[in-house]
């Protein structure tokens, strides 16, 4: 099965400080997808990227960067972070009409 | 402004009886559906994907498309309660690449 790693797994972070969330997949998928998961919503998408050097904005990207700097990275970077990030964000890859393969998932928690 | 819209939230059905889950998109550039599975904890795992009109059948799970109302649903005959979990239908927009928009979900429980 496709293989997407997440690191960190769990994150405890200050309002105001800067995090990364990174993410690698060892499948040569084109696409990669941030989500995060909150009771009630399901899984938002934050950005997602086409390819190496590509980010595209999902549908709740206020707050958030993206960087995809090779086929196998990407990552979610909050600048300054704010108790309404709290949340398990979630990566995923796939290539074409393939479907989705997600990560672990980081929970992160902003004090 | 959910684009997905699954219902219901919530279902309880006993050991052995029919699941019932409906999702509908509100966005006509949808080109087909996924349904993942998520149980506690864990990460979604795909379950089937449907394409074209009609139904499509694997084991115990039966998926409905109608591409004109962009609804589908997800049916789980002889439920056990290992189904139990949060159902996540994906819309998949295709604008040249490929879009995943989610659901919220059904929480499914089966009963002993």
């Known amino acids: 099965e496709a293989a997407v790693t997440q690191s960190p797994r769990n994150k405890v972070a200050v309002t105001g400080g800067k995090v990364t969330l990174s993410c690698n997949q060892t499948n040569n998928h084109n696409n990669m997808y941030w989500y995060r998961q909150d009771t009630g919503h399901g899984l938002r998408l934050i950005h997602y990227?086409?390819?190496?050097?590509?980010?595209e904005k999902g549908d709740i990207p206020d707050g958030y960067k993206a960087s995809r700097p090779s086929q196998e990275n990407f990552s979610l970077i909050l600048e300054l972070a704010t108790p309404s990030q709290t949340s398990v964000y979630f990566c995923a890859s796939g290539g074409g009409v393939n479907t989705l393969y997600f990560g672990a998932g980081t929970r992160l928690s902003v004090l | 402004q959910q684009k997905v819209q699954q219902s219901p939230e919530s279902l309880i059905v006993p050991e052995g009886g029919m699941a019932s889950l409906n999702c509908t998109s509100s966005?006509?550039?949808?080109?087909y559906f996924w349904w993942y599975r998520q149980h506690s904890g864990k990460s979604p795992k795909m379950l089937m994907s449907i394409f074209s009109n009609g139904e499509k059948e694997e084991g115990r799970f039966t998926v409905h498309l109608n591409k004109a109302s962009l609804h589908t649903s997800l049916h789980i005959r002889d439920s056990q309660p290992s189904d139990s979990a949060l159902y996540l239908c994906a819309a998949v927009v295709n604008t040249g690449n490929y879009k995943y928009v989610f659901g919220a979900g059904t929480r499914l429980k089966v009963i002993a």
């Open positions: 990227s086409y390819g190496a050097g590509s980010t």
């Open positions: 966005d006509r550039n949808v080109d």
